[in-house]
């Protein structure tokens, strides 16, 4: 069965200071993709930063990027200078075969200014 | 504007009663979802279309139905509504190159 994790359900940061959020995952195909999703208090789903598990690479998005460990089936986001509106619920999501998009339960982020 | 559009926004339902759910999208993408959101618990898949013609179930799809009416729409139907599907309802909808999966607004269900 397909997977997700998300270990811490809240974290804070200062502004201007970076974070990690933590995501593990399972998934028993070799071909599948990892999504970061933002949730304002708005309720609107955004898409942060994607990653293919073929790449080795780690995906960056201005202040968004991810260390992807494929062997350890680990995918956290890192926000660099963290900012007011950072502040949100972020969702890990693996995509894997038939188009199955499994989502993990989510941490709440605060940032204090 | 181009998106996914569900309908309606807000519901209050009694148990027993039934209800569809409904979303459409004009971005031409081939899959689609429907997922209920609840405190702590995330997004958590109830069915799944890959395609027109085809769907799957996801993580919790009992008490649920679902219809790919066409490319455009996929609904979610409550036959008899239970109090434990009070929930936040979304619907989304991805391309086949899996860029990313586009949600709509949701949809807060409530049942007394």
């Known amino acids: 069965a397909q997977t997700v994790t998300q270990s811490q359900p809240e974290m804070s940061v200062q502004e201007a200071e970076t974070v990690t959020l933590s995501c593990t995952y399972d998934?028993?195909?070799?071909?599948?993709?990892l999504f970061w999703y933002k949730q304002p208090p708005s309720r609107q789903m955004i898409l942060v930063i994607r990653q293919e598990a073929y790449k080795q690479q780690n995906a960056t998005e201005n202040r968004f990027s991810v260390n992807f460990q494929k062997a350890a089936k680990s995918f956290s986001l890192k926000i660099s200078d963290s900012q007011l509106g950072d502040a949100a619920m972020y969702f890990c999501?693996?995509?894997?075969?038939?188009?199955?998009?499994?989502f993990g339960p989510g941490t709440s982020l605060s940032v204090i200014p | 504007n181009a998106g996914v559009t569900q309908t309606p926004k807000f519901q209050v339902l009694k148990t027993g009663q039934s209800m569809t759910l409904q979303c459409a999208q004009d971005m031409n993408h081939n899959s689609m979802y429907w997922y209920r959101q609840d405190p702590g618990m995330g997004l958590r898949l109830i069915y799944y279309s890959a395609s027109e013609g085809t769907t799957d179930k996801g993580e919790v799809p009992n008490g649920y139905n679902v219809s790919r009416l066409n490319k455009r729409e996929f609904s979610l139907r409550l036959e008899s509504a239970a109090p434990s599907q009070t929930s936040v309802y979304f619907c989304a909808s991805m391309w086949p190159i899996r860029t990313a999966a586009f949600f709509g607004q949701g949809t807060r269900l409530t049942v007394v």
């Open positions: 998934t028993s195909e070799s071909d599948y993709y």
């Open positions: 999501a693996c995509l894997s075969w038939g188009d199955k998009v499994i």
